[in-house]
């Protein structure tokens, strides 16, 4: 049966200079169709998190998986955004018989693997896992922001907004910033 089974995959973090890449892998199951799905990004907070809580209900498989901010400035983002999707992948109570990924690059699976560039607005399985990996990189975001206090990363998420880079300035450089990344760099001492 697991030949038949499609899994959409996605990863949310690339851009942002601090936290986890975190990406999810989702299996829709087609007798419980889940109305609502499109790109994260497109969505508002409110409809994600309630989304969030439809697809873990009614997918008939999703999981997560992610890559450290030691991890991604060791190999790079891309490299770790890959991994991250081959982890949330191989974390699937089943195997898939195919896998669709955002974007134009595949990481390695043990199944069949397609990429769709803006997969995340046309395949409702990949819409379901963009939104899995949105809620949960923006979640963990809202709870660093409460050990690292001063950053901002409950409003921002640890993307490079003006207020993220200024608090950088005036705060130094954290454990969970990825230290390769031009905008951190810069702060860093040599």
């Known amino acids: 049966m697991s030949e038949y089974l499609i899994c959409g995959v996605d990863e949310v973090g690339r851009g942002p200079l601090a936290g986890p890449v975190v990406a999810a892998a989702v299996i829709i199951d087609p007798g419980r169709p889940i109305a609502g799905l499109d790109d994260s990004k497109k969505l508002s907070e409110r409809r994600r998190e309630q989304l969030y809580d439809v697809i873990r209900e009614r997918?008939?498989?999703?999981?997560?998986?992610?890559?450290?901010?030691?991890?991604?400035?060791?190999?790079?983002?891309?490299?770790?955004?890959?991994?991250?999707?081959?982890?949330?992948?191989a974390a699937l109570g089943v195997r898939p018989g195919l896998a669709l990924v955002d974007g134009n690059r595949l990481p390695r699976l043990a199944c069949e693997a397609r990429a769709i560039v803006g997969g995340d607005?046309?395949?409702?399985?990949?819409?379901?896992?963009?939104?899995?990996?949105?809620?949960?990189?923006?979640?963990?975001?809202?709870?660093?922001?409460?050990?690292?206090?001063?950053?901002?990363?409950?409003?921002?998420?640890?993307?490079?907004?003006?207020?993220?880079?200024?608090?950088?300035?005036?705060?130094?450089?954290?454990?969970?910033?990825?230290?390769?990344?031009?905008?951190?760099?810069?702060?860093?001492?040599?």
Request: proline share 4%; net charge positive.
């Open 121 to 190: 607005a046309s395949e409702a399985c990949i819409s379901a896992a963009s939104i899995l990996a949105k809620v949960s990189r923006d979640r963990e975001m809202v709870a660093l922001d409460a050990h690292y206090p001063g950053y901002g990363l409950a409003r921002h998420k640890g993307y490079p907004t003006k207020f993220h880079i200024e608090a950088l300035a005036r705060l130094g450089v954290s454990e969970i910033h990825r230290r390769t990344f031009a905008p951190v760099r810069r702060f860093c001492s040599p």
């Open 59 to 89: 997918a008939l498989a999703w999981s997560l998986g992610r890559a450290e901010v030691d991890e991604i400035d060791r190999i790079n983002i891309l490299q770790a955004s890959l991994r991250a999707m081959e982890r949330a992948v």
